[in-house]
């Protein structure tokens, strides 16, 4: 999809040269491709760029892939196979093609419902950075959309909560709906169209096109009382900017469907990231408050439940939901501040002066006079700095300040050298 503008940037200079680059890999390992702003590209370089596009398009579209889904459900057990080394579904006419790879064979039909676990993930930080949610956190958000009334689910980068939907579409008395957009296009094996669209979310880009835009819209109308929510869970190396604009973009979609009363109005969302990224995600949409809620991962090593300290995972639930209404389990500890009108943990103690649960991280924090806030335990309030900070650190590192003018207390973006010229 479109690349994103970048700004290359020089200590001392107030204006840097402009360039676009990959949206979705920030590694130029990953996607070399690079352009500066003002760079005339010749034909020649232009027709490179196309014949290495064509060149790295899936095999198959999501329509052959779902006719061939259709085909391969009709197979005897003996006969399902998965290529590993591929990634792919095999029909019987492909095994030769496939004959010196690993595959997967008797593919059940559980395996088929649960795709993220058939997969490979993808983990790398800076481009896909697929860590799957553990069944508990899954289940959990599952069961809390539910009891907030939400029956249709807007699954932006959650395959692991996508498909638990999906797996229980079938029953009777579940009546909530899901629409996967992801930019993993391996899922279209398992997917249908209004299932599954193949999205880029750091640049809001359909891979399907109009089709695929009409798609999400239709599932964002509400209709018969069905409300939607959104719940992403981006790469954490993601540029929460670019992220930002894209959630904008879906929730202008939302705006837009012909319900009345969504004007002036935000889509119901959940976004899942670290708690350190909480000054980010405020700034881009101030109507968000962060839950204490873990969220944790099966196959990321730190991103676990049940650690203590600085080993529980720093992965929260960002949202523009009333506080209150997020019930948290309280058998994991967590517990309802009556002055702070939410769930915290249980080692969020609420502080009289803050009059706040101030805790980010899970651990008790303490209260700093001389700072007017509270920090994390292990801080220290160190006079040279005037501020708390680790109790092993040099105080005599000079600060770099402003990449612009040199000054200490912002940062390029908000040198007052830049908004006056």
């Not at 959940?270 to 809620?293: G, H, K, T, V």
């Not at 639930?317 to 309280?330: A, D, R």
Request: one cysteine or more; aromatic letters at 12%.
């Amino acid at each position: 999809g479109p690349a994103l503008l970048f700004v290359k940037t020089s200590q001392g200079k107030e204006e840097g040269r402009r360039f676009y680059a990959c949206s979705a890999c920030r590694d130029r390992k990953d996607c070399n491709f690079f352009q500066w702003e003002d760079e005339k590209v010749s034909e020649t370089r232009l027709a490179a760029r196309e014949e290495y596009n064509r060149n790295h398009q899936p095999f198959f579209t999501h329509r052959q892939n779902v006719d061939r889904y259709k085909n391969f459900v009709l197979l005897p057990l003996s006969k399902r196979r998965f290529c590993q080394e591929c990634q792919q579904l095999l029909l019987p006419a492909e095994w030769e093609k496939h004959s010196d790879h690993q595959f997967l064979c008797d593919i059940t039909t559980a395996q088929l419902k649960s795709p993220s676990q058939l997969l490979y993930p993808l983990e790398n930080k800076k481009t896909n950075a697929q860590y799957l949610f553990a069944d508990r956190s899954c289940q959990f958000l599952l069961n809390l959309l539910i009891d907030l009334g939400f029956r249709r689910v807007l699954s932006v980068g959650t395959p692991r909560l996508h498909e638990m939907i999906q797996s229980k579409a079938s029953q009777e008395e579940f009546s909530v709906r899901s629409l996967l957009l992801d930019i993993d296009f391996r899922y279209s094996q398992f997917y249908t169209e209004d299932e599954f669209c193949h999205y880029n979310m750091f640049n809001h880009h359909f891979f399907g096109g109009e089709a695929a835009r009409e798609t999400c819209r239709k599932f964002l109308y509400e209709e018969n009382g069905e409300r939607v929510i959104m719940v992403t869970d981006p790469p954490f190396g993601g540029l929460v900017e670019a992220l930002a604009s894209s959630f904008k973009k879906l929730m202008a979609m939302w705006r837009e469907t012909e319900k009345e009363g969504h004007d002036n109005k935000e889509m119901p969302t959940f976004w899942i990231f670290p708690y350190f990224f909480e000054s980010r995600i405020l700034d881009f949409f101030p109507s968000f408050s962060m839950m204490d809620y873990q969220v944790d991962y099966d196959n990321h090593a730190l991103y676990k439940h049940g650690k203590t300290g600085r080993r529980q995972s720093p992965v929260r639930i960002f949202t523009n939901l009333t506080p209150s209404m997020i019930v948290l389990p309280e058998e994991e500890g967590y517990r309802f501040c009556t002055v702070c009108q939410r769930y915290v943990s249980s080692g969020n103690q609420h502080c009289e002066i803050c009059n706040s649960c101030t805790s980010k991280d899970g651990r008790r924090w303490k209260h700093c006079v001389l700072c007017k806030k509270c920090v994390k335990p292990s801080w220290f309030h160190c006079n040279n700095c005037n501020c708390c900070t680790l109790q092993k650190h040099s105080c005599e590192k000079a600060d770099v300040g402003c990449f612009v003018c040199g000054k200490a207390g912002h940062k390029r973006s908000a040198c007052p050298s830049l908004s006056c010229t």
